[in-house]
C-alpha cells in the first residue's frame, strides 16, 4: 500500500510546489492517420522553441520546456549522480541526480537508505498541501515592454500550436518566473465544431469509461480537474489555472522544467542504472495516481518530463479516467498506439483492468529506455496491432541488461492483464 512507500526526501510541502514540474496538456483530437501519428502542427500546443519530430508507429516525441532559466542544483543533488556513460538528456549533461531511496530487494533496489514515509518522495496526506489557484477575473494592460496579466508579466514566447502559446511569466507576488500557457477556447470549441459544456463531474466522471471522443476544450478541463487534486513530486503541478467566463483565453499557469526524459527512437538509450533511477520514479508516480483513483492511460517517455531536481515528472492527463472502487473497468481505446495493451486494442468488447493498462504501458516505456526503442515496431497499425497481441518481446544482443530486468519487463509485458504483473508486485 502507499503507507508502505519509501520517502525519497525531507523537503518542506513549500519547497516541494517550488521543484514540480509545469503541464502538457492534451487536447488532440482523435488520431486518424494511418500510424495513430500526431500532427505538431495541428494538435498540441508545446512547451519548446525547437521542434524535432521523430514519429513512428504512434510513438510521439514532442520536446518539453527547454532550460531557458539559471538554476541552482538541489541540496541533494549529489545523491542522485550515475556514474555511468556521459548522460545525452538535453539540459542535463553536468547536473547530479538527487533520488533517495532505501534497499529493498529487486530491481528498484538502491544502496542509498534515508527515511520511511507515505507516498515514496510525495508529501504526506497529513501535510496540508499547496492548493492551485483559480482566478476567474482576468485584468490585462500593457506595461513599458511586456503585458501585465493579473499579477504575471508576459514575457517571451516559448511555445507554439495551433491551440494557444506558452509563455515565460513574470509573478510580481513571489518574485519567480513560470511557464504560462495561453490557450483559445474559441479555437478549441472550433477544432470540435460547435460549443460543449465542461466534462461532467461525480459519478459520471468516475464510471471508467468515455463512450465518445472528448472535445479539445473538454480534455483541457478534465486535465485541470485532475491535476488540482494532485500533489506529489513525479507528477506535474498545476499552479494557477485564470479563466475568466468573459474572456476567449484560458490561461495556466506552471513550473517550467526540462525536455522529456527520453526521444523515441533514440541511438543512446540508458544505462540499466540510470533506467532504474528513473523507472523509479514512474513507479511512485503511478502508484500515487491509482491510491487517488486516476488511471493516466497515456504512459511513454514523450509524457515523462525532468523537472529542476532531477526527478521525472508524469505529465499529461488529457486521456486520462478517474474511477470508483478498486481498479477501473475501461471499454474505449486511448493513448499511443505503440505503448496500448493488447487486452485495449483486441475485438472482443469486454472491459478491461485500467491498472493492467498503466502496467503495460510502463513495460514499453521501461524497454525504450534500455534499448531506445519500442518492442513492437511496424509500419501499418494493423501490423503493429497483431505484434502487440501475437508476438513475443524480443530483447536485442546490441545492450546486454540483467537477468533480472529482463524478467521484469516480460512480466509487466505480460499479454494476460490477469497474470501481469502489479504496481505493489514490482516494487517488491
Not at 507516498?119 to 506595461?143: F, L
Not at 514566447?157 to 491551440?163: A, D, F, P, Q, R
Not at 526524459?261 to 542504472?273: D, L, R
Not at 493513448?335 to 493488447?342: D, H, I, L, V, Y
Request: glycine share 6%; hydrophobic share 35%.
Amino acid at each position: 500500500s502507499p503507507a508502505n512507500v519509501v520517502d525519497g526526501g525531507m523537503d518542506t510541502q513549500t519547497e516541494l510546489v517550488e521543484r514540480v514540474a509545469a503541464i502538457d496538456v492534451s487536447v488532440v483530437p482523435e488520431r486518424s492517420d494511418q500510424n495513430g501519428e500526431d500532427n505538431p502542427e495541428e494538435n498540441d500546443t508545446v512547451f519548446s522553441d525547437n521542434i524535432k519530430d521523430i514519429q513512428r508507429n504512434g510513438v510521439s516525441s514532442d520536446v518539453g520546456i527547454n532550460e531557458f532559466l539559471p538554476s541552482q542544483q538541489s541540496e541533494d543533488a549529489h545523491l542522485r549522480h550515475v556514474p555511468k556513460r556521459p548522460l545525452t538528456r538535453p539540459g542535463l549533461s553536468n547536473r547530479k541526480l538527487s533520488l533517495q531511496e532505501r534497499s529493498s530487494g529487486g530491481y528498484l533496489a538502491s544502496s542509498n537508505t534515508p527515511g520511511c514515509g507515505p507516498y515514496a518522495t510525495g508529501p504526506s496526506p497529513r501535510i496540508v498541501r499547496r492548493p492551485t489557484i483559480e482566478s476567474h477575473r482576468v485584468s490585462i494592460s500593457d506595461s513599458e515592454d511586456c503585458v501585465q496579466l493579473n499579477q504575471y508579466k508576459l514575457q517571451s514566447e516559448i511555445g507554439k500550436g495551433s491551440y494557444g502559446v506558452v509563455k515565460l511569466a513574470y509573478n510580481e507576488n513571489d518574485d519567480k518566473y513560470y511557464a504560462m500557457k495561453v490557450l483559445s477556447k474559441k479555437k478549441l470549441l472550433k477544432q470540435y465544431g460547435f460549443p460543449r459544456r465542461p466534462p461532467p463531474r461525480g459519478s459520471k466522471a468516475s464510471s471508467g469509461e468515455q463512450p465518445k471522443p472528448m472535445a479539445p476544450l473538454d480534455r483541457v478541463y478534465q486535465e485541470i480537474a485532475i491535476l488540482k487534486k494532485l500533489d506529489h513530486i513525479n507528477i506535474v503541478k498545476l499552479i494557477e489555472v485564470l479563466d475568466d467566463p468573459a474572456e476567449d483565453n484560458l490561461y495556466m499557469v506552471a513550473v517550467p522544467l526540462h525536455r522529456p526524459v527520453m526521444e523515441v527512437p533514440s541511438e543512446q538509450p540508458f544505462s540499466e542504472e540510470q533506467a532504474r533511477l528513473y523507472f523509479r520514479d514512474i513507479v511512485l508516480g503511478i502508484e500515487y495516481l491509482h491510491y487517488q483513483k486516476i488511471i493516466h492511460r497515456d504512459i511513454k517517455p514523450s509524457n515523462l518530463l525532468l523537472g529542476d531536481d532531477g526527478h521525472v515528472k508524469i505529465a499529461d492527463f488529457g486521456v486520462s479516467n478517474q474511477f470508483e472502487g478498486n481498479d477501473a473497468q475501461l471499454s474505449s481505446t486511448a493513448g499511443t498506439p505503440a505503448f496500448m495493451a493488447p487486452e485495449a486494442i483486441s475485438q472482443t468488447g469486454k472491459s478491461f483492468s485500467g491498472k493492467a493498462l498503466d502496467v503495460w504501458a510502463m513495460g514499453i516505456t521501461l524497454y525504450c529506455f534500455v534499448y531506445g526503442k519500442c518492442p513492437f515496431i511496424d509500419e501499418y497499425i494493423l501490423g503493429l496491432h497483431n505484434r502487440i497481441k501475437t508476438k513475443p518481446v524480443e530483447f536485442p544482443e546490441e545492450a546486454q541488461i540483467s537477468d533480472e530486468l529482463k524478467e521484469l519487463i516480460l512480466r509487466m509485458l505480460d499479454k494476460n492483464p490477469e497474470t501481469r504483473i502489479t504496481v505493489p508486485e514490482i516494487k517488491v
